[in-house]
């Protein structure tokens, strides 16, 4: 079992509706993360949270907006979304060090359809 | 920066066989190296790391990856495949401090009964 929990599962959205994906660990990292993975492809970074704020953001549509309301929590509001969004959206965590980046533990995922 | 390439897109092979899957990666300073697995319908799962030290690092599953240095390779190794390893296999690195990870474009691993 994976210890970065994910909801929902999946979700269905119309290109007017808003949600939110949600995502939770208890592993005391520092950092976490969101990833889109269409089929057969990489995952690929949208933003990273650390301490808490927003550290990188890779450039992601408005549409995307995430939050980091504390270290255990992290959500990505959608809104107006376009069908080419539909994809997985994964959420990871890892620990911050000083020299040493740790490996980074993935949620199963929100497998988001937009219609 | 770093990045990384996997060589082998799509890898079919039966039970009991051997698999290695290259990895490469492009040098940019400190190298941490990672390979991932994501089963069908499941969420990616860290198979090994590499950080320091020895280069043969062994991981879960009985995979284990080689680290060379000259070569900037991590390749995956397992010596004998199960049914059970059919999934995509993803090599990773990060590209910065805050962890971002770089993937490769993945493996699909079909292993046939």
């Known amino acids: 079992d994976t210890e970065v929990t994910q909801t929902p599962k999946h979700l269905v959205m119309g290109m007017t509706n808003k949600k939110s994906l949600k995502c939770e660990q208890h592993m005391g990292h520092r950092a976490m993360y969101w990833y889109k993975q269409k089929a057969k492809k990489p995952p690929e970074l949208m933003f990273v949270y650390s301490y808490e704020k927003l550290s990188i953001n890779e450039s992601v549509p408005s549409r995307f907006s995430p939050e980091c309301p504390n270290s255990s929590l992290l959500n990505l509001h959608l809104h107006a979304l376009q069908p080419e969004d539909s994809a997985l959206y994964l959420c990871?965590?890892?620990?911050?060090?000083?020299?040493?980046?740790?490996?980074?533990?993935f949620g199963q995922g929100t497998r988001l359809t937009v219609v | 920066a770093q990045s990384v390439s996997q060589h082998n897109h799509h890898v079919i092979l039966s039970e009991a066989a051997s698999l290695e899957l290259g990895c490469n990666y492009s040098?940019?300073?400190?190298?941490?190296l990672f390979w991932y697995v994501q089963y069908p319908g499941q969420h990616l799962q860290l198979l090994l790391k590499?950080?320091?030290?020895?280069?043969l690092v062994k991981g879960i599953k009985g995979f284990e990856a080689e680290f060379i240095k000259s070569k900037f390779s991590f390749n995956l190794r397992k010596p004998s495949v199960q049914w059970s390893d059919t999934a995509e296999y993803f090599c990773?690195?990060?590209?910065?401090?805050?962890?971002?990870?770089?993937f490769g474009a993945g493996t699909q691993v079909v292993v046939t009964p």
């Open positions: 590499y950080f320091s030290g020895d280069p």
């Open positions: 990871a965590s890892s620990q911050l060090g000083d020299r040493v980046i740790s490996e980074a533990f």
């Open positions: 990773a690195v990060p590209t910065d401090s805050w962890g971002k990870l770089q």
């Open positions: 040098y940019g300073g400190t190298v941490n």
